[in-house]
C-alpha cells in the first residue's frame, strides 16, 4: 500500500521542496498550507493540496479527516509550518513573541496530538518536527525565534519515549540557515524596530561575518532529503541535521567543551572571542 504524508507549511521553502520530493518517490501526499495554492504542484492523483492553519483548532480539526478519507491513512506527519523571528530580545513586543509561539511551538505541537490517536489505534506512524539548528546552537538576535524552535526540541524527546510505547516514532529535522527562504521577510514585527541603535555596530560584524561563514549554507533539498530520511528510517535516532552549516555546528557541539563551543559560536557572528 502507498505510504501517504500530511506537510504542513507546504507554500514555499522547506515544505514546498519536501512535499516535491515525496510526491517523486512515490507517495501519497497531503500538501497544506494556509491558502491553497494547487498550481505550484503538477496534477497527480497521489496529491492533495488543501488548507490548515497550524493555529486554528477547527482547521486542524478538518484537514486531518480530510486527508484520511482521501488516502484511507496518515504514515507520517511533518511539522513544517513556522515563521522567523529577528530582532534584540528587549525590543521584541510581547504580541510578536507570542507570534511565533503560536505558530512555531502551540502550532506543531496541537498538530501532532491531533494526529497522535490516528497513529496509536494503528500502532504505527512517524512525527516528524522540523525546527532550527539554533536548537543545536542558539544564535544572537534570534533569542525569542530561539526559545520556540528549543520547546518542540525538548517536546519532541519526550514524546519520542512515550510514543515508543505504541510503535509511532517521532524525528527532529534541524536546518542551517537559509537563505533563499527569506528568513527576513517572513519574520514577525517590524525589524527595523526590533534592533536599537545599541546593537546596530554588533549586528553589522554580524552580518558580515554571515557572509563569511565557513561552510555553506542550507538549501531547500537538504532539508528535504532530511526530512525523508527521517520519515524513511525505521530506527530510533532523533536528531537529523540538515545542511553543512547545521552538520557543522552539530559536530562542534559534540565535541567541545562548553566554554570552548561558546567562543567559536562568537567568533563566527562577529561577537567578542571569550
Not at 483548532?57 to 478538518?62: E, R, V, Y
Not at 529535522?173 to 533563499?180: E, I, N, S
Request: charged share 15%; proline share 5%; with cysteine.
Amino acid at each position: 500500500m502507498t505510504s501517504t504524508v500530511l506537510i504542513t507549511g507546504c507554500s514555499s521553502g522547506f515544505g514546498l521542496a519536501t512535499a516535491k520530493l515525496f510526491l517523486a518517490r512515490g507517495w501519497n501526499v497531503i500538501a497544506t498550507m494556509r491558502s491553497p495554492q494547487p498550481h505550484l504542484f503538477d496534477p497527480n492523483d497521489r496529491l492533495l493540496v488543501t488548507a490548515l492553519d497550524v493555529t486554528n483548532a477547527t482547521s486542524i480539526a478538518t484537514t486531518i479527516p480530510q486527508g484520511i478519507a482521501r488516502f484511507g491513512r496518515i504514515d507520517v506527519m511533518v511539522n513544517n509550518a513556522g515563521i522567523g523571528l529577528f530582532g534584540a530580545a528587549e525590543a521584541t513586543p510581547d504580541e510578536v513573541v507570542r507570534q511565533a509561539f503560536e505558530t512555531n511551538t502551540f502550532g506543531m505541537i496541537a498538530t501532532s496530538r491531533a494526529i497522535i490517536p490516528h497513529m496509536r489505534e494503528r500502532g504505527s506512524g512517524t512525527i516528524v518536527n522540523v525546527t532550527s539548528s539554533v536548537g543545536i546552537a542558539p544564535m544572537p538576535l534570534v533569542a525569542a525565534y530561539t526559545a520556540s524552535k528549543y520547546a518542540i526540541e525538548g517536546f519532541s524527546e519526550s514524546l519520542a519515549y512515550e510514543l515508543g510505547l505504541f510503535g509511532i516514532r517521532v524525528k527532529i529535522v534541524q536546518p542551517g540557515f537559509a537563505p533563499t527562504t527569506n528568513f527576513s521577510s517572513k519574520s514577525g514585527g517590524n525589524i527595523s524596530e526590533q534592533l536599537p541603535a545599541a546593537y546596530a555596530e554588533f549586528a553589522g560584524r554580524y552580518f558580515k561575518s554571515m557572509q563569511e561563514y565557513p561552510t555553506a549554507y542550507t538549501g531547500e533539498d537538504d532539508v528535504a532529503n532530511a526530512v525523508y530520511a527521517a520519515a524513511a528510517s525505521n530506527d530510533t535516532k532523533l536528531r537529523y541535521p540538515a545542511g553543512a552549516d547545521s552538520m557543522m555546528l552539530a559536530e562542534l557541539r559534540r565535541s567541545l567543551p562548553e566554554q570552548a563551543f561558546m567562543a567559536r559560536v562568537r567568533a563566527m557572528t562577529g561577537g567578542e572571542s571569550s
